[in-house]
């Protein structure tokens, strides 16, 4: 069995704070800790259920957001740096997992919700669907037949990852209560959850139907934030419709990704 999972740090217990997010963040090198500890544990319930799996870890937090050092053995790190959009993500992989993943933008009550830049992106869709990092990242999956079986986050990712892939597993390891603000579950509780639902995930991998959107064409649509500049979208190959809103069309979805 080869498995991918993506990792992320705004949705792991313990981290709730944007002064935790970023690597000159006076809470940042906590953050990582935690959100490695859930990786090994990850890891682990992967493991059990299937002995010899091939795992693939992607360090997909802007600036990272795994200790090297305490990486889990028996799994292979696609280290956070210039990595291509696509992820390397192909047809050889069984399941695709998100570890720590959060709502996007605008979510109530989600935990440090955002789709892909906190500053700059306030909506994205694609083929009229509203989106964020999630189900980007699971239709691209779905494009090769990959299912998306795992994701841990607070309440509301569990909710808008069940709304996309309704037979998804989910380990809930915090509840939102704003952008900023969250109750959590003990770090320790939070791991062992996270191995349970990552075994079942891991044993049921193939009872869940790969995430896919209409097309193609393919049509993507950013709203963005006022203070942000347009020139990037334009360089790269987006339309601008409105004061505020981009467009791209395309025949594939990998040069839809950010």
Not at 110 to 116: Q, T
Not at 146 to 154: A, L, M, R
Request: include cysteine; charged fraction near 20%; proline fraction near 6%.
């Amino acid at each position: 069995m080869k498995v991918y999972v993506l990792t992320d740090l705004e949705g792991v217990a313990g981290v709730a704070r944007w002064d935790q997010t970023g690597r000159d963040a006076p809470g940042y090198p906590q953050a990582v800790r935690l959100m490695t500890e859930e990786l090994r544990a990850c890891v682990a319930g992967i493991q059990a259920a299937a002995l010899g799996a091939e795992i693939w870890v992607w360090d997909a937090h802007g600036p990272g957001s795994i200790d090297v050092e305490r990486f889990p053995r028996g799994a292979k790190l696609l280290n956070n740096g210039p990595v291509p959009t696509s992820g390397f993500m192909d047809a050889t992989f069984d399941a695709l997992f998100f570890l720590g993943q959060h709502a996007k933008a605008g979510t109530r009550n989600g935990n440090l919700a955002h789709s892909y830049s906190s500053q700059s992106i306030e909506r994205l869709c694609i083929n009229g669907i509203e989106m964020g990092e999630f189900g980007c990242r699971a239709a691209y999956a779905g494009t090769f037949g990959v299912p998306t079986v795992f994701v841990s986050g607070d309440d509301t990712m569990m909710a808008e990852a069940r709304e996309l892939v309704p037979g998804i597993y989910g380990a809930q390891v915090k509840v939102g209560l704003g952008p900023q603000v969250a109750l959590h579950l003990a770090p320790e509780d939070a791991r062992d959850l996270i191995r349970s639902v990552a075994e079942e995930a891991t044993g049921h991998a193939g009872d869940v139907a790969p995430y896919t959107i209409p097309g193609p064409p393919y049509e993507q649509e950013i709203i963005i934030w006022a203070r942000t500049d347009p020139a990037g979208y334009l360089s790269r190959g987006f339309e601008q419709t409105g004061a505020r809103t981009f467009v791209k069309r395309a025949d594939r979805l990998d040069a839809l990704m950010i």
